[in-house]
Protein backbone atom coordinates (compact mmCIF):
# COMPACT_ATOMS: atom_id res chain seq x y z
CA UNK A 1 0.00 0.00 0.00
CA UNK A 2 1.26 2.92 -1.32
CA UNK A 3 0.42 5.04 2.29
CA UNK A 4 0.84 8.72 2.55
CA UNK A 5 0.71 10.70 5.66
CA UNK A 6 -1.07 13.80 5.78
CA UNK A 7 1.22 17.44 5.77
CA UNK A 8 0.95 20.89 6.23
CA UNK A 9 2.91 23.62 7.36
CA UNK A 10 3.53 23.47 11.16
CA UNK A 11 2.39 21.42 14.42
CA UNK A 12 -1.14 22.55 13.21
CA UNK A 13 -0.90 23.29 9.26
CA UNK A 14 0.36 26.58 10.14
CA UNK A 15 3.92 26.78 8.37
CA UNK A 16 4.02 29.99 5.83
CA UNK A 17 5.53 30.32 2.62
CA UNK A 18 6.94 33.09 0.57
CA UNK A 19 4.77 31.90 -2.54
CA UNK A 20 2.99 34.18 -5.06
CA UNK A 21 -0.81 33.55 -6.44
CA UNK A 22 -1.15 30.16 -7.44
CA UNK A 23 0.05 29.83 -10.97
CA UNK A 24 2.67 32.47 -10.86
CA UNK A 25 6.07 31.89 -11.88
CA UNK A 26 8.17 31.97 -14.80
CA UNK A 27 6.43 30.83 -18.35
CA UNK A 28 7.45 26.99 -17.75
CA UNK A 29 7.48 26.99 -13.96
CA UNK A 30 3.44 27.75 -13.24
CA UNK A 31 4.20 26.67 -9.73
CA UNK A 32 7.17 28.11 -8.64
CA UNK A 33 6.98 29.92 -5.06
CA UNK A 34 4.73 26.98 -4.32
CA UNK A 35 4.21 23.89 -2.03
CA UNK A 36 2.77 21.20 -2.64
CA UNK A 37 1.67 17.65 -1.00
CA UNK A 38 1.60 14.47 -2.65
CA UNK A 39 0.16 11.07 -0.86
CA UNK A 40 1.25 7.85 -1.91
CA UNK A 41 3.39 9.95 -3.99
CA UNK A 42 5.88 6.86 -4.41
CA UNK A 43 3.35 4.80 -6.50
CA UNK A 44 3.22 4.72 -10.82
CA UNK A 45 0.16 7.60 -10.45
CA UNK A 46 1.72 9.66 -7.21
CA UNK A 47 5.60 9.93 -8.62
CA UNK A 48 4.20 10.95 -12.01
CA UNK A 49 2.50 13.65 -10.31
CA UNK A 50 5.34 14.64 -7.59
CA UNK A 51 7.89 14.56 -11.09
CA UNK A 52 5.56 17.03 -13.20
CA UNK A 53 4.36 19.37 -9.82
CA UNK A 54 8.47 19.36 -9.65
CA UNK A 55 9.57 20.46 -12.74
CA UNK A 56 7.06 23.35 -13.03
CA UNK A 57 8.80 24.24 -9.92
CA UNK A 58 6.64 23.74 -7.27
CA UNK A 59 8.18 22.30 -3.53
CA UNK A 60 6.92 18.81 -3.39
CA UNK A 61 6.51 16.92 -0.22
CA UNK A 62 6.39 13.30 -0.89
CA UNK A 63 4.19 11.17 1.59
CA UNK A 64 4.23 7.63 1.38
CA UNK A 65 5.04 4.79 3.80
CA UNK A 66 7.86 3.23 1.79
CA UNK A 67 10.74 4.57 3.08
CA UNK A 68 13.01 3.29 0.24
CA UNK A 69 11.11 4.07 -2.35
CA UNK A 70 10.54 7.96 -0.82
CA UNK A 71 14.07 8.41 -0.20
CA UNK A 72 14.65 7.26 -4.04
CA UNK A 73 12.43 9.78 -5.35
CA UNK A 74 13.69 12.76 -2.91
CA UNK A 75 16.86 11.93 -4.47
CA UNK A 76 15.62 11.73 -7.73
CA UNK A 77 14.10 15.30 -7.63
CA UNK A 78 17.43 17.03 -5.67
CA UNK A 79 19.66 15.49 -8.10
CA UNK A 80 17.39 17.75 -11.03
CA UNK A 81 17.53 20.76 -8.86
CA UNK A 82 14.07 20.47 -7.43
CA UNK A 83 13.12 21.26 -3.27
CA UNK A 84 11.52 18.46 -2.34
CA UNK A 85 11.49 16.56 1.16
CA UNK A 86 10.05 12.87 2.18
CA UNK A 87 7.57 12.05 4.88
CA UNK A 88 7.03 8.55 6.25
CA UNK A 89 3.87 8.36 7.38
CA UNK A 90 0.52 5.68 7.19
CA UNK A 91 -2.17 7.89 6.63
CA UNK A 92 -5.13 5.37 8.29
CA UNK A 93 -3.53 6.82 11.62
CA UNK A 94 -4.23 10.51 11.83
CA UNK A 95 -0.94 11.04 14.43
CA UNK A 96 1.41 9.80 12.04
CA UNK A 97 -0.15 12.22 9.82
CA UNK A 98 0.05 14.90 12.16
CA UNK A 99 4.30 13.98 12.57
CA UNK A 100 4.30 14.29 9.00
CA UNK A 101 2.65 17.34 9.08
CA UNK A 102 5.26 18.98 11.20
CA UNK A 103 7.97 17.23 9.41
CA UNK A 104 6.95 18.85 5.56
CA UNK A 105 5.73 21.72 7.23
CA UNK A 106 8.76 22.77 8.77
CA UNK A 107 10.70 21.90 5.71
CA UNK A 108 8.51 23.83 2.59
CA UNK A 109 6.21 25.26 4.88
CA UNK A 110 2.40 24.98 4.61
CA UNK A 111 1.03 23.16 1.39
CA UNK A 112 -0.45 25.62 -1.54
CA UNK A 113 -1.72 22.37 -3.70
CA UNK A 114 -2.58 19.16 -2.03
CA UNK A 115 -3.39 16.12 -4.34
CA UNK A 116 -4.81 13.64 -2.20
CA UNK A 117 -3.79 10.58 -4.30
CA UNK A 118 -2.86 7.60 -2.08
CA UNK A 119 -5.44 4.54 -2.91
CA UNK A 120 -5.67 0.74 -2.20
CA UNK A 121 -7.76 -1.60 -3.96
CA UNK A 122 -7.42 -5.06 -2.72
CA UNK A 123 -7.50 -8.11 -4.54
CA UNK A 124 -7.87 -11.60 -3.22
CA UNK A 125 -6.37 -14.44 -5.76
CA UNK A 126 -6.31 -11.47 -8.06
CA UNK A 127 -10.19 -11.06 -7.91
CA UNK A 128 -11.80 -8.39 -6.06
CA UNK A 129 -14.36 -10.06 -3.62
CA UNK A 130 -17.99 -10.62 -3.36
CA UNK A 131 -19.88 -8.84 -0.56
CA UNK A 132 -20.73 -11.86 1.57
CA UNK A 133 -16.80 -12.97 1.31
CA UNK A 134 -15.54 -9.76 2.55
CA UNK A 135 -13.63 -8.96 5.59
CA UNK A 136 -14.79 -6.83 7.63
CA UNK A 137 -11.37 -6.01 8.54
CA UNK A 138 -10.26 -5.44 4.76
CA UNK A 139 -13.35 -2.91 4.44
CA UNK A 140 -12.30 -1.04 7.41
CA UNK A 141 -8.62 -0.96 6.07
CA UNK A 142 -9.67 0.83 2.44
CA UNK A 143 -12.30 3.21 4.18
CA UNK A 144 -9.30 4.22 6.46
CA UNK A 145 -6.80 4.56 3.46
CA UNK A 146 -8.73 6.16 0.95
CA UNK A 147 -11.25 7.85 2.33
CA UNK A 148 -10.11 9.00 5.49
CA UNK A 149 -6.77 10.08 4.61
CA UNK A 150 -8.46 12.67 2.43
CA UNK A 151 -10.09 14.04 5.57
CA UNK A 152 -7.11 14.09 7.22
CA UNK A 153 -5.03 15.82 4.85
CA UNK A 154 -7.49 18.44 4.10
CA UNK A 155 -8.33 18.95 7.73
CA UNK A 156 -4.52 19.55 8.48
CA UNK A 157 -3.84 21.92 5.35
CA UNK A 158 -6.81 24.20 5.01
CA UNK A 159 -5.94 26.71 7.83
CA UNK A 160 -2.73 27.87 5.64
CA UNK A 161 -5.15 27.85 2.61
CA UNK A 162 -7.74 29.75 4.16
CA UNK A 163 -5.03 32.24 6.19
CA UNK A 164 -3.50 33.15 2.05
CA UNK A 165 -7.08 33.04 0.54
CA UNK A 166 -5.87 31.07 -2.16
CA UNK A 167 -5.30 27.27 -2.29
CA UNK A 168 -5.85 23.87 -4.34
CA UNK A 169 -7.26 20.75 -3.37
CA UNK A 170 -7.29 17.61 -6.01
CA UNK A 171 -8.86 14.48 -4.81
CA UNK A 172 -7.84 11.24 -6.61
CA UNK A 173 -11.41 9.39 -7.38
CA UNK A 174 -11.98 6.88 -10.18
CA UNK A 175 -14.71 5.84 -12.79
CA UNK A 176 -15.06 3.26 -10.48
CA UNK A 177 -16.74 5.92 -8.46
CA UNK A 178 -19.51 6.95 -11.23
CA UNK A 179 -20.59 3.78 -12.38
CA UNK A 180 -19.92 -0.19 -11.61
CA UNK A 181 -16.59 -1.77 -12.67
CA UNK A 182 -16.59 -5.61 -11.96
CA UNK A 183 -13.06 -5.78 -11.86
CA UNK A 184 -12.94 -3.56 -8.47
CA UNK A 185 -14.57 -4.36 -5.10
CA UNK A 186 -17.43 -2.49 -3.25
CA UNK A 187 -15.28 -0.60 -0.84
CA UNK A 188 -13.18 0.62 -4.00
CA UNK A 189 -15.88 1.83 -5.17
CA UNK A 190 -18.12 3.22 -2.49
CA UNK A 191 -14.31 5.30 -1.21
CA UNK A 192 -14.15 6.76 -4.37
CA UNK A 193 -17.84 8.00 -5.22
CA UNK A 194 -17.59 9.30 -1.71
CA UNK A 195 -14.56 11.73 -2.63
CA UNK A 196 -16.83 12.90 -5.76
CA UNK A 197 -19.39 13.90 -2.92
CA UNK A 198 -16.30 15.68 -0.57
CA UNK A 199 -15.19 16.97 -3.86
CA UNK A 200 -18.05 19.17 -4.30
CA UNK A 201 -19.24 19.86 -0.62
CA UNK A 202 -15.53 21.34 0.23
CA UNK A 203 -15.73 23.21 -3.17
CA UNK A 204 -18.88 24.65 -2.12
CA UNK A 205 -17.76 25.31 1.93
CA UNK A 206 -14.51 26.26 1.01
CA UNK A 207 -15.17 28.82 -2.24
CA UNK A 208 -15.30 31.78 -0.11
CA UNK A 209 -11.05 31.59 0.68
CA UNK A 210 -10.45 31.44 -2.51
CA UNK A 211 -9.77 27.57 -2.42
CA UNK A 212 -10.60 25.45 -5.54
CA UNK A 213 -11.44 21.74 -4.73
CA UNK A 214 -11.49 19.55 -7.83
CA UNK A 215 -11.24 15.63 -8.52
CA UNK A 216 -9.64 13.14 -11.48
CA UNK A 217 -11.14 9.83 -12.16
CA UNK A 218 -8.62 7.79 -13.73
CA UNK A 219 -9.86 4.79 -15.87
CA UNK A 220 -7.60 2.03 -16.45
CA UNK A 221 -3.43 3.14 -15.95
CA UNK A 222 -0.81 1.06 -16.80
CA UNK A 223 1.28 1.85 -13.68
CA UNK A 224 3.48 -0.76 -12.48
CA UNK A 225 1.14 -2.76 -10.28
CA UNK A 226 -0.50 -3.95 -13.42
CA UNK A 227 2.05 -6.08 -14.37
CA UNK A 228 0.66 -8.38 -11.57
CA UNK A 229 -2.39 -8.50 -13.26
CA UNK A 230 -2.82 -11.06 -16.17
CA UNK A 231 -2.62 -9.42 -20.01
CA UNK A 232 -6.26 -10.51 -20.95
CA UNK A 233 -8.08 -8.50 -18.55
CA UNK A 234 -6.27 -5.37 -19.60
CA UNK A 235 -6.39 -5.97 -23.21
CA UNK A 236 -10.16 -6.79 -22.28
CA UNK A 237 -10.04 -3.31 -21.04
CA UNK A 238 -8.61 -1.58 -23.29
CA UNK A 239 -10.82 -3.23 -26.29
CA UNK A 240 -13.68 -1.21 -24.57
CA UNK A 241 -12.25 2.25 -23.91
CA UNK A 242 -12.82 4.67 -26.67
CA UNK A 243 -9.17 5.32 -27.49
CA UNK A 244 -8.36 1.52 -27.49
CA UNK A 245 -5.29 1.94 -24.84
CA UNK A 246 -4.71 2.49 -21.33
CA UNK A 247 -3.99 5.21 -20.24
CA UNK A 248 -0.47 6.50 -18.47
CA UNK A 249 0.31 8.16 -15.35
CA UNK A 250 1.63 11.10 -16.84
CA UNK A 251 -1.93 11.87 -18.61
CA UNK A 252 -3.12 11.84 -15.28
CA UNK A 253 -0.15 13.75 -13.66
CA UNK A 254 -1.16 16.39 -17.04
CA UNK A 255 -5.25 16.32 -15.44
CA UNK A 256 -4.09 17.42 -12.09
CA UNK A 257 -1.86 20.07 -12.72
CA UNK A 258 -4.48 22.01 -14.87
CA UNK A 259 -6.80 21.59 -12.02
CA UNK A 260 -3.90 22.86 -9.81
CA UNK A 261 -2.70 26.27 -12.04
CA UNK A 262 -4.04 29.28 -12.79
CA UNK A 263 -5.48 28.34 -15.86
CA UNK A 264 -8.41 26.30 -13.69
CA UNK A 265 -8.79 29.60 -11.49
CA UNK A 266 -12.84 29.58 -12.18
CA UNK A 267 -13.27 25.40 -11.65
CA UNK A 268 -14.57 24.16 -8.66
CA UNK A 269 -16.33 21.26 -7.76
CA UNK A 270 -15.83 18.93 -11.08
CA UNK A 271 -14.30 15.66 -11.42
CA UNK A 272 -12.63 15.38 -14.38
CA UNK A 273 -12.60 11.36 -16.28
CA UNK A 274 -8.96 10.63 -17.59
CA UNK A 275 -10.15 7.43 -18.92
CA UNK A 276 -9.99 7.39 -22.48
CA UNK A 277 -13.56 6.69 -22.86
CA UNK A 278 -14.26 3.89 -20.58
CA UNK A 279 -17.13 3.84 -18.52
CA UNK A 280 -18.29 7.18 -20.20
CA UNK A 281 -21.35 8.22 -17.86
Known amino acids: MAGGGVVSGGANGNGENGGGAIGGGAPGARFAGQTAYVTGAVGGIGSAIARALAAEGAAVGLIDRDPEGGAR ?10 RARYANADVQDFAACQAACDQLGAALGGADILVNN ?3 SPKTDGRALKVWEMPPKEWETVMAVNLNSVYYMAHLTTPHMVRRRQGRII ?3 SVAGKAYCDIVAGHYAAT ?3 LIGLTRHWAGELGEYGITVNGVAPGRIATPLLKSVPREINDAVAEITALRRLGTPEEVADACLFLASDQARFITGQVVDVAGGWLMT
Open 73 to 82: LQAELEAAGH
Open 171 to 173: NMS
Open 118 to 120: VGI
Open 192 to 194: KAA
